[in-house]
């Protein structure tokens, strides 16, 4: 069936480090691509997406390519900020359904 | 305007009780989801209702039930609840009739602790 595996965390990065959080699928057809976010306390939001091969989303300095021949949406940004640690949710859109990987959790210091 | 709004926010209940959500979609949106998150997991499918009726259901037990209202919005129900049903439930609404099939809105959920 559709699934989606992401690195596992907790990830702990300096301020203004690099970050990749990895993201690989498996999938029937042709599935559309997202990243989501949870900040403490709250639901998931949209970070961003991508709906075709080779497509890239970006969003607030993420970005993320969907890889066809790697079955693969990796997280990425080149300079973290406290204000982005919170839980990163790799998703896949198969029909109507969201499949969700296991979310890793970003932690960045000062 | 408001967003995806779920009630109650928190809920405490004993096994073998019964448990009722409630979800109102994003003004417009006809379609919503319900997700079960465990802690530590991510968010898996439970049911998607779309005018009224189910349009998807995933791997949960018949104690699982859900409908959606006239004005859209959604209750899910479960009884018989088990220690296992303690987590974060989310509702997301979409609107599915613009082609807004994959712009998801989850509101910030339920969390149900089972005792």
């Known amino acids: 069936g559709d699934s989606v595996t992401q690195m596992e965390g907790p990830v702990t990065l300096s301020e203004e480090a690099f970050l990749t959080i990895n993201c690989t699928y498996t999938a029937t057809g042709y599935p559309s691509l997202f990243w989501y976010v949870q900040y403490p306390g709250e639901g998931l939001q949209l970070l961003l997406k991508a709906t075709k091969a080779d497509d890239k989303g970006s969003n607030k300095g993420f970005e993320a390519t969907y890889r066809k021949e790697t079955t693969s949406f990796h997280l990425e940004k080149g300079s973290v900020q406290v204000s982005d640690s919170a839980v990163y949710f790799c998703?896949?859109?198969?029909?109507?359904?969201?499949?969700f990987g296991t979310g890793t959790s970003l932690t960045v210091i000062p | 305007d408001a967003g995806v709004t779920q009630s109650p926010t928190h809920l405490i209940k004993t096994r073998g009780q019964q448990v009722t959500l409630r979800c109102s979609p994003i003004s417009g949106h006809k379609s919503v989801s319900w997700y079960q998150q465990v802690l530590g997991q991510g968010p898996q499918f439970i049911f998607q209702?779309?005018?009224?009726?189910?349009?998807g259901r995933g791997n949960f037990p018949d104690r699982f039930s859900a409908r959606q209202f006239p004005n859209y919005s959604s209750e899910l129900n479960v009884n018989a609840l088990l220690l296992g049903d303690s987590a974060l439930y989310l509702c997301?609404?979409?609107?599915?009739?613009?082609?807004?099939?994959?712009?998801?809105?989850f509101g910030s959920g339920t969390q149900l602790s089972v005792l």
């Open positions: 998703a896949l859109l198969s029909g109507n359904q969201f499949y």
């Open positions: 209702y779309y005018e009224k009726e189910e349009r």
């Open positions: 997301a609404s979409s609107s599915l009739n613009q082609g807004g099939r994959e712009k998801l809105f």
